[in-house]
C-alpha cells in the first residue's frame, strides 16, 4: 500500500490501486477481466479463498481483479481502511442505507441532498417503518437538536446539488457520534481532491463515479469508502443483492481517474473565475459558488475543502425559465444534459436534472427556483467558456 500521507494526489490518482497486482503478460495498465468466475485446480486453495483466509476471486458479483483496483484507487484517494464499488452512485447508497438502517431506526439529514437520494428518503424508507428526519441544511441547531434525539444515521452532502449549500462535516460528525451514528457523506460534488470527509470524522464517505471519478461521462458506477468493518458489512449486502460495478465500467473508471487531480483543479480555478464574472453580470441575479466571499457556507468550506471549492456552481438568470430556455441553447461549448462532472461543460436546470422526480412543489420548497440553471465547470479553457456565456446572455437582453 502507499504512504498517502506522504504521497500527493495526483501520485496516488496514478499509482494507487495498482502496484499489487501480477501484472497479466506484463501489460502496464489494469486488464479488463471480464471473468464471471475464477477458476482453480485443487479444493483446498478454492475452499480457503471462498473463506477468505487467502487472497483470491471466486465470482465477480462479489469480487472482480479490475473492479479491485478501482476500489483500492479510491480508497487511497479518501485515507480510507476499505473500499468496496457500485453499479451506481445509487446503488451506492440505496446499499449503504439498507445495511444500516432496520425498521424502528432514524435517520437524520438535510433537505438538499441529490434528488434521487431525496426519493429514498420521501419514498421509500417511510413504509419500512424507518423514520426520516429532513432538516434545513446550514439549520445547525435543527440539526442537531434532531440529532441529539437520537438517530441510527446521519446522512450529508456537501456542496449540495443544485443548490451549492455548504454543511460542516466536523461539526456535525462530533454531535453524531455522541449518540452513537453512523455519519455517511456523499462527497460526489467535493471529489477526494478537495475533502476528505473521514478526516473531517465521517465513518463512510461515498462517491458516485459516474462524475468526476470517471470524469468522462462514459462509465456508471459508485463507491464506498470507511473502516474495514462497515465497509464490510454493506459489501456483504450488496455482495448478496448484486449491484455490482462491471469490469468494463471499472476500466474506464480507473483510466478517468489518472487525471482526476489534473482536470479538478483545473475545474477549481475556472468555476471560481466563472463564479466571479457571473456575479459581476447584470442579468444574473444570484450566483451560488461556495468560493465565493458572499458565499454563506464560504468560511466553512474553506476549512473543510483542502485545495478548492469545485467545479460546480449554480445562478439564475433574470427572467426565469423563459430566459434561460432561450440562453442555455445558445452556449456552444456546453451540453445541455443530466450528469456532471465531465471534461465537458455541462448545464441544465435542475427540473430536467437532479430533481426531476421532484413535484414543482418540492422544489419550490427546496428553495430552486424553476430559472436556476446548474453549471458543471468542463476544463475547456475559461477564456471560451466567458466568451460562449457572454454572447448566450446578450441573446436574453
Ligand atoms: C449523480 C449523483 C448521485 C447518483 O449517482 P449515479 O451514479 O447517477 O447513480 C448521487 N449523489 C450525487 C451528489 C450525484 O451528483
Request: with cysteine; net charge negative; hydrophobic share 40%.
Amino acid at each position: 500500500m502507499l504512504e498517502k500521507k506522504q504521497i500527493g494526489k495526483s501520485t496516488l490518482s496514478i499509482w494507487a490501486g495498482e502496484q499489487e497486482y501480477e501484472l497479466y503478460e506484463r501489460s502496464t495498465q489494469v486488464p479488463v477481466v471480464h471473468s464471471v468466475s475464477f477458476a482453480y485446480k485443487d479444493i483446498d486453495t478454492w475452499h480457503k479463498v471462498a473463506l477468505g483466509e487467502t487472497d483470491g476471486h471466486i465470482y465477480s458479483r462479489n469480487t472482480n481483479p479490475t473492479v479491485r483496483a478501482f476500489e483500492d484507487k479510491v480508497k487511497e484517494l479518501e485515507g480510507a481502511q476499505s473500499a468496496t464499488s457500485f453499479a451506481s452512485g445509487m446503488a451506492a447508497i440505496s446499499n449503504t442505507l439498507a445495511t444500516f438502517l432496520m425498521p424502528g431506526d432514524r435517520i437524520v439529514s438535510i433537505k438538499d441532498s441529490y434528488g434521487g437520494t431525496n426519493v429514498i428518503f420521501n419514498e421509500f424508507l417511510p413504509p419500512l417503518n424507518i423514520d426520516v428526519c429532513l432538516c434545513e441544511t446550514g439549520d445547525y441547531e435543527q440539526i442537531e437538536s434532531e440529532i441529539n434525539k437520537g438517530c441510527t444515521v446521519l446522512y450529508l452532502e456537501t456542496p449540495t446539488n443544485p443548490t451549492i449549500k455548504i454543511t460542516d462535516i466536523k461539526r456535525l460528525s462530533s454531535v453524531a457520534k455522541k449518540v452513537g451514528a453512523i455519519v455517511v457523506v456523499d462527497n460526489t460534488f467535493a471529489t477526494p481532491i478537495n475533502q476528505n470527509p473521514l478526516e473531517l470524522g465521517a465513518d463512510i464517505v461515498l462517491h458516485s463515479a459516474s462524475k468526476y471519478l470517471g470524469g468522462h461521462a462514459d462509465a456508471l458506477g459508485g463507491v464506498i469508502c470507511g473502516n474495514e468493518e462497515l465497509v464490510k458489512k454493506v459489501y456483504h449486502y450488496r455482495e448478496i443483492n448484486g449491484a455490482a460495478l462491471a469490469p468494463m465500467d471499472a476500466y474506464s473508471l480507473l483510466r478517468g481517474m489518472k487525471t482526476l487531480k489534473l482536470r479538478v483543479e483545473h475545474q477549481n480555478e475556472s468555476a471560481m473565475i466563472i463564479a466571479r464574472y457571473l456575479q459581476n453580470h447584470p442579468l444574473i441575479e444570484q450566483v451560488n459558488y461556495p468560493g465565493l466571499e458572499s458565499h454563506p457556507g464560504h468560511e466553512i468550506a474553506k476549512k473543510q475543502m483542502n485545495s478548492g471549492y469545485g467545479g460546480m456552481l449554480s445562478f439564475a438568470a433574470k427572467g426565469g425559465l423563459e430566459a434561460i430556455k432561450i440562453f442555455l441553447p445558445r452556449l456552444k461549448y456546453a451540453h445541455m444534459a443530466a450528469n456532471l462532472g465531465c471534461v465537458e461543460t455541462v448545464v441544465g436546470p435542475p427540473l430536467t436534472t437532479s430533481h426531476v422526480e421532484c413535484s414543482a412543489e418540492e422544489r419550490s420548497a427546496a428553495g430552486i427556483p424553476d430559472g436556476l440553471v446548474r453549471y458543471s465547470t468542463g476544463i475547456e479553457d475559461v477564456e471560451d467558456l466567458i466568451a460562449d456565456l457572454e454572447q448566450a446572455l446578450a441573446a436574453i437582453s
